[in-house]
Every structure is written in structure tokens, then in C-alpha cells.
């Protein structure tokens, strides 16, 4: 049976909790078990969480553009199959700096093949006029992976050893495979243009704002992410005791996230999409400084 509607779009989110289990398992677990073992510097560490988005960095470029080429279906399981298989490997292989950012770079060019070809083989899929909620619910669940693997990593970790947390969050992946299973062939109109032609984003003025926008974004976001844990730690550390621990923190700040995006769709629909994003990115960067100070 081929998965359509309803179905369908709950089917894409799920296989997308599954592909971001293994996601921040490297922050999640570096500062408690992975840098004093090591001997890694706060730089050597940052650099080893990093190398995922740079794997990302430089493969999605290339395997989101050939969705308008081939079946994102494809490349959406070929992506969710190396993302899990470099978290077992890390997990199964990874002795120090230079193994941990060869096999987590692996991973970030296994998720290149995953979210954005994703967010593709959905839309492919959906209705013409039924796009923006879905691609909401499915953007949304973002936050939900990010905070199950923030939970499932420590908490694994915390009681069986970090090369577990590998090893479980690892397998997360296999349920986009199966949903790749489920969803109907799909053949993208032929394109005539270069592979990697960037020079329409370049000259689209209003398109390039969005994109370095979304960059800046991003900017915050990882940095948040990667050393949230740590940051919880150390203030805990500080402090002597918290209200709350680490893992509650992390999983917390992520699940806000999910509401967040929903609210923030349905505000770009009601107000305009560029006064909502300049609204919420003020408003996040103040936040981000808070933090900080």
C-alpha cells in the first residue's frame, strides 16, 4: 500500500524523529565522556561536533539539487542509510579526535541526504494547495528528533556507556527506510540547467536575504545546540546544584521549539512571512545575548 494524505505526512514526520535521534549525540555525550578521555580541548571538541555540520555543509548542495533530477525517495534513503551506519561506525570505531571527525562528518553527509530530500519526496507528494501546513508538521518535527536524541543519548550514556548511545540512536534511520518503502515512485520534470548553477540565487535579491538569513539562524542555532549540555553542566558545576539537570534542559529548550514553529507558520500566513521572520529573529537574538550575559 502507498502512503498518501494524512497517512503520509505522519509517516514523513515520524521517519524524520527516527533519521534525528542520532543528531546531537556527540554534544550530547562529549563534555561528560568523550573530553576528558580523549585529553580534548574545548577548540578539539568544538571542532569534532562541528565536523556533522560540516559534512552537511558540503553534501547538501549537491543532493538537494539532484531531487529536481531524480526521485528525492532515493536519495532520502540512501541519506538515512549512511547517517545511521556512520553513527554505529562512530560508535563501534571512534578512538579520538581523527577517527570522531572522519566518522561524525560521515554522518552530516548522511543527513544531507535525508532532511532536505525529505522535506522534496513529501512535497512531491502532496496535493497542489496542501503544502504549508504539512511542510509545517514536518519542519516541527524537527524539534521533536533533536529533543529525543538530546534524552535518549544522556540517558543511555549516563547508564550503559557513551558508545551505547551511539549504537542506539544509531539505529533511528531504519524507520525512514521503511517509510521509503511505503511512498509512490515519483519522476521530477527534466532539467536542463547545470547540476550546481547558483547563479539565479545570486541574482534573486529577495531569495538570497531569506538564504543569508536562514545562515545567520543557523549560526545561533548550532552554536546552542552543540554546547548546551556542556553550558548546563558547567553552570551546574557553578552553582553547586540547579533546579534542573542537564538533560531536562536540553530536552526542554528543543521541545519549546516545535509550538514555536507551528505558531510561527500560522503568524507568516496571517501577517507576512518577512514581518514574522524579522519579528522572531529580533526577539531570538535578544535571547541568544540573555543567555549569554
Known amino acids: 500500500m502507498r502512503l498518501a494524505g494524512r497517512p503520509l505526512v505522519f509517516a514523513m514526520c515520524l521517519g524524520q524523529v527516527g533519521n534525528l ?35 552537511y555543509m558540503i553534501a547538501v548542495p549537491v543532493l538537494t539539487t539532484l531531487t529536481d533530477r531524480i526521485d528525492a525517495r532515493t536519495i532520502l534513503l540512501a541519506g538515512s542509510a549512511a ?29 544531507a541526504g535525508a532532511y532536505m530530500p525529505g522535506l522534496k519526496a513529501l ?31 544522556q540517558l543511555v550514556a549516563d547508564h550503559v556507556g557513551w558508545r551505547a548511545a551511539f ?21 521530477p520534470s527534466p532539467s536542463r540547467g547545470r547540476l550546481l548553477d547558483f ?33 548546563w553542566t558547567f553552570v551546574v558545576a557553578h552553582n553547586g546544584s540547579a533546579p534542573l539537570s542537564p538533560v531536562t534542559v536540553s530536552v526542554l529548550v528543543t521541545a519549546l521549539a516545535l509550538p514555536s514553529s507551528i505558531f510561527g507558520n500560522e503568524a507568516a500566513l496571517r501577517f507576512g512571512r518577512h514581518r514574522a521572520i524579522a519579528i522572531v529573529m529580533i526577539v531570538s537574538a535578544r535571547a541568544a545575548l540573555t543567555i549569554g550575559l
Open 123 to 153: 512535497a512531491d507528494r502532496l496535493p497542489k494547495g496542501d503544502s504549508s501546513r504539512s511542510v509545517t508538521l514536518y519542519t516541527a518535527s524537527f524539534s521533536v528528533g533533536v529533543g529525543l536524541s538530546f534524552l535518549v543519548s
Open 83 to 111: 547517517s545511521g551506519l556512520a553513527t554505529l561506525a562512530f560508535g563501534l570505531f571512534a578512538d579520538g579526535l581523527a577517527s570522531a571527525i572522519v566518522l561524525w562528518g560521515l554522518a552530516g553527509i548522511g543527513f
Open 199 to 231: 547563479r539565479p540565487v545570486l541574482h534573486n535579491r529577495a531569495a538570497l536575504g531569506y538564504v543569508l538569513g536562514y545562515g545567520a539562524h543557523c549560526f545561533e542555532l548550532y552554536g546552542m545546540r552543540t554546547w548546551i549540555v556542556a553550558f
Open 167 to 187: 549504537l542506539v540512536t544509531g539505529l533511528g534511520p531504519l524507520v525512514m527506510i521503511v517509510v521509503c518503502f511505503g511512498l509512490a515512485p515519483f519522476k
Open 21 to 55: 535521534l542520532p543528531h546531537v549525540v556527540v554534544p550530547s555525550v562529549m563534555a561528560q565522556h568523550l573530553m576528558a578521555p580523549w585529553g580534548l580541548s574545548a577548540a578539539q571538541a568544538g571542532l569534532m561536533a562541528s565536523a556533522y555540520a560540516f559534512g
